[in-house]
């Protein structure tokens, strides 16, 4: 017998499919009768490409615009899945229940983050877009959807990207 999906987490990385995949993850919720966390990975930035900047600029004031820009990034970055997911809600669910829990913003590996939180929030499913970077339209998904899907310990709903 096959567990109930009382818990889900939307992967979202803030493209033009996001809107696409939140909607499918807020659908999911609403025919589980679940409830849903959205995260959001920002990616680490290069360690190579930081080094120049803080040698020009000292260490100590390139750690502290970091840190200043990514607490004003996370929290714009929050802001805006709020309002795409009360938009979603008003436009296409008749204004039903808001069944978001949480929205979570983090800096790190998008993989090894979606799989940490996946296991912390103890979720039944993990909703997430595909995407392709390769030189090939035919590509099943992205890299991140891959590593997850082959790593991850529950079911997944793969969302693939809008037709251009």
């Known amino acids: 017998m096959s ?4 818990q889900i987490l939307c992967c979202i990385a ?9 909607f499918r993850g807020l659908l999911e919720a609403e025919a589980h009768d679940a409830t849903l966390d959205v995260l959001h990975i920002i990616p680490s930035y290069d360690s190579a490409m930081a080094t120049p900047i803080a040698s020009f600029m000292g260490e100590e004031k390139f750690r502290q615009l970091v840190e200043e820009h990514k607490e004003e990034t996370v929290a714009e970055i929050k802001r805006d899945i709020a309002q795409l997911k009360d938009r979603i809600i008003a436009e296409h669910l008749d204004g039903s229940v808001d069944r978001i829990r949480g ?26 877009g595909t995407h ?33």
């Open 14 to 22: 803030m493209r033009p499919s996001t809107e696409t995949v939140l």
């Open 132 to 164: 392709t970077k390769g030189l090939t339209p035919y590509t099943f998904m992205g890299s991140v959807a891959r590593k997850v899907l082959k790593r991850g310990r529950v079911p997944m709903l793969l969302v693939p990207p809008l037709k251009e």
């Open 103 to 128: 929205i979570h913003v983090y800096e790190g590996d998008p993989e090894l983050e979606i799989l940490h939180m996946a296991d912390e929030l103890n979720v039944d499913m993990i909703v997430m």
């Open 3 to 6: 567990k109930k999906i009382k």
